[in-house]
């Protein structure tokens, strides 16, 4: 991908003609009181003028030297307002006002040539005479013309006041504007944009508003976010993949042997901010990147097409420039393993209900990363929840009912998988099934000749096996069966299924981490906890998963009224750190006499949440335990409030992070038990966002919204 060398302006420096964003400047050069960072401009000595332009102002020979400016500009909201930015034929500048009302301006400022002595200029009008009101100045990133980290700055703020309630030059630009700005000055085939398309789509580094074309379009989107202008997670963009360009990480991309992809900060974080910005400019002007103008990796078409039916019965790796279809139920056995490389896609043929199921003995290996999951979908060109079958895991480890000795086939109990695919269980709690990285299953949940099941089903899955990033979407049936063993799963992503999102049972003994369910459109229960059906000869343990960090958010619209979380038929298990948000039934409930035992015993416990605008937040039914006088217990940490969820309900690209400052960010860190991520501790699945929202959530980019 190439830059267009048509109508830029300045800042992109002398490689093209310039053409002004903006016609004016200020009448005269702005003077008055010149003070160091960390002091203040007292506004009350600054005569004249019903309004006082603020400008950030750089020590020569700084302001030559440096590329982009992020910081903020700290004013009393009681005393003076904010009006608008200078906009000239030089630097770009993207102001965010989220936190005008408390007094604070982000702000953003680039330019390839040296954004110059004075970087920024912004117009404050004022509202009292009181002596107290200030203006100051916090820088956060500075880059130098070579895009790297200045750690010291000579900066300082000036203060002069100005003729008329908007002087000549100074605009108020909303992101909006900007974009606006931008479509009048760019030639007619770079204006078209592409809303229809969603985060993790983008196919090239950089190209943040999905249009086909780097330009200023992508410059600003992420100057706009990185100043809290512009929501991270915008559905008519992608910057969580596309902008996410810094620091480069050379020599990889981020495909699936890469140990360090673009985009990952020294802390393991990831995030977006001025020198994401300055990358995307630096190629746009002309200027080589080691990432930006780069293909994403699995981005590209892929035609090639093979039939999978029948069984597997050795080991087989398949190819990613290959899409697979499932032809009735295929199986895994015979202790082959079967490995699926990043990117890969495969399809389950909608009339013979195609499926994968995994035997006792056997592995599956799924490869996938944040840039290039593994996609499982069906066949179907207009797809519905349930068009194929979905993925079957038959594990060897414990189950607390079911067939033993004689009625089996080994000496620990075992069952017989649903729809009679197979029989799980054993004696190897200690044992893996594979490893399943970065999976998405898409509308799965109906095999050939049975009612709906599960779309992911683990079975008696040992504790050896990995299964992190994977999201479970329309499925027909539940999201999620995890009977018996101790399958431990992290960053799971359960997004508009049918049935129940995550149902455990038969002596679940496992772990999980980062959970978000969200009941989409579906109204339905989030988690279903067992310990066995009624009526079966106990075996084995009682149920007894130890999960943190969930996030639950019910349906959009009213159904059945199903609770959040049920725990009943006598389930144990720890559940900590639990954010409940917006079911339609209550958020807790715990039910029959054998659990409330449990309860008592000590077994049971639900604890540090936040619960919020569910009918109710806690039971009210009659029966042996007062959910309501659980949660009021000063022990269990639970309270009542809003997480303030940024924008959870946004269906093409939710955004699940609290808000910085919500009731969410004090959570309990989980043990440092070797599974558990201890240095998680906050309520809920997802990070809050920090204070300029520009911090990535894990889940970003790689899963489909609800």
Same mark, same amino acid.
């Given at each position: 991908m190439t830059p267009s060398n048509r109508r830029f302006p300045t800042w992109l420096g002398a490689a093209y003609a310039a053409t002004a964003l903006a016609a004016c400047a200020p009448d005269s050069e702005p003077v008055g009181p010149i003070i160091t960072a960390g002091s203040a401009v007292m506004l009350a000595e600054i005569e004249g003028g019903s309004t006082v332009a603020a400008v950030v102002r750089l020590g020569r020979p700084y302001g030559d030297e440096v590329a982009g400016l992020q910081g903020k500009l700290h004013f009393d909201p009681a005393s003076v307002r904010y009006m608008g930015q200078l906009v000239g034929d030089r630097s770009l500048l993207a102001v965010g006002e989220s936190e005008a009302s408390n007094g604070t301006l982000r702000f953003v400022v680039l330019d390839r040539a040296g954004v110059g002595a004075d970087a920024a200029t912004l117009l404050f009008e004022r509202l009292t005479p009181a002596a107290e009101p200030r203006l100051s100045l916090e820088l956060t990133r500075a880059a130098s013309l070579d895009s790297r980290p200045v750690p010291r700055l000579v900066r300082t703020v000036a203060a002069t006041p100005t003729v008329g309630r908007i002087p000549p030059g100074f605009r108020h630009m909303t992101a909006e504007s900007w974009l606006a700005e931008l479509r009048t000055r760019m030639p007619p085939q770079q204006s078209g944009r592409r809303p229809e398309l969603v985060p993790g789509q983008g196919t090239v580094f950089g190209d943040v508003d999905l249009s086909g074309v780097l330009d200023l379009f992508d410059v600003i989107s992420e100057m706009l976010v990185a100043a809290n202008a512009q929501p991270l997670l915008d559905v008519a963009g992608d910057v969580a993949i596309a902008g996410d360009v810094f620091p480069a990480n050379s020599p990889g991309l981020g495909d699936a042997n890469d140990p360090v992809p673009p985009?990952?900060? #020294?802390?393991? =974080?990831? @995030? %977006?901010?001025?020198?994401?910005? &300055? !990358?995307?400019?630096?190629?746009?002007?002309?200027?080589?990147?080691?990432?930006?103008?780069?293909?994403?990796?699995?981005r590209t078409p892929v035609t090639n097409? #093979?039939?999978? =039916?029948? @069984? %597997?019965?050795?080991?087989?790796? &398949? !190819?990613?420039?290959?899409?697979?279809?499932?032809?009735g139920m295929v199986i895994v056995t015979n202790s082959a393993v079967l490995t699926i490389p990043a990117g890969t896609r495969l399809e389950g043929n909608t009339a013979s209900r195609g499926a994968l199921s995994i035997r006792r003995g056997s592995q599956?290996?799924?490869?996938?990363?944040?840039?290039?999951?593994?996609?499982?979908?069906c066949t179907s060109a207009a797809k519905t929840p349930g068009c194929w079958g979905g993925l079957q895991i038959n594990g060897?480890?414990?189950v607390n009912n079911g067939n033993v000795g004689a009625?089996?086939?080994?000496q620990c109990p075992e069952l017989a998988a649903p729809g009679g695919f197979g029989i799980y269980g054993g004696c190897l709690d200690e044992s893996s099934s594979g490893a399943i990285r970065y999976l998405r299953i898409e509308y799965a949940g109906a095999p050939a000749g049975t009612t709906p099941m599960a779309a992911l089903q683990l079975l008696g899955v040992g504790a050896l096996t990995i299964l992190a990033n994977i999201q479970v979407h329309r499925a027909g049936g539940d999201a999620v069966l995890v009977s018996g063993g101790v399958s431990q799963l992290r960053q799971v992503v359960l997004t508009d299924n049918t049935g129940i999102a995550l149902d455990w049972n038969d002596g679940w003994r496992g772990k999980a981490q980062e959970v978000v369910i969200h009941r989409g459109t579906r109204s339905g229960i989030g988690i279903r906890g067992s310990n066995a059906p009624p009526g079966v000869t106990i075996y084995g343990q009682r149920s007894s998963p130890m999960l943190y960090n969930l996030t639950l958010i019910g349906p959009t619209s009213a159904g059945a009224g199903a609770p959040a979380l049920l725990l009943h038929r006598g389930t144990g298990g720890l559940l900590r750190d639990v954010l409940v948000q917006g079911f339609d039934g209550p958020g807790l409930q715990i039910n029959d006499s054998e659990?409330?035992?449990?309860?008592?015993?000590?077994?049971?416990?639900v604890g540090r949440g936040v619960f919020?605008?569910?009918?109710?937040?806690?039971?009210?039914?009659a029966d042996c335990i007062d959910e309501v006088a659980y949660a009021q217990d000063p022990t269990q940490m639970i309270q009542v409030a809003d997480p303030q969820l940024l924008a959870p309900n946004i269906a093409a690209s939710p955004d699940f992070r609290p808000r910085f400052g919500s009731p969410a960010e004090n959570g309990v860190a989980p043990p440092?038990?070797?599974?558990?991520?201890?240095?998680?501790?906050?309520?809920?699945?997802v990070a809050p966002a920090n204070l300029i929202q520009s911090n990535i959530p894990w889940y970003a980019g790689w899963i489909v919204g609800w």
């Open positions: 985009g990952l900060e #020294a802390n393991g =974080s990831r @995030l %977006i901010d001025l020198f994401d910005a &300055l !990358a995307i400019a630096s190629f746009v002007a002309g200027l080589p990147d080691p990432i930006v103008g780069q293909s994403i990796p699995g097409r #093979a039939i999978l =039916s029948g @069984l %597997i019965t050795v080991d087989r790796t &398949l !190819a990613r420039d290959t899409i697979y279809e499932l032809d599956l290996v799924i490869n996938g990363t944040r840039l290039e999951p593994v996609v499982m979908t060897v480890a414990s009625g089996g086939t080994i659990t409330c035992m449990v309860v008592t015993n000590n077994q049971l416990s919020f605008q569910n009918q109710p937040d806690f039971s009210t039914d440092a038990d070797g599974f558990f991520n201890p240095n998680v501790s906050h309520i809920g699945a």
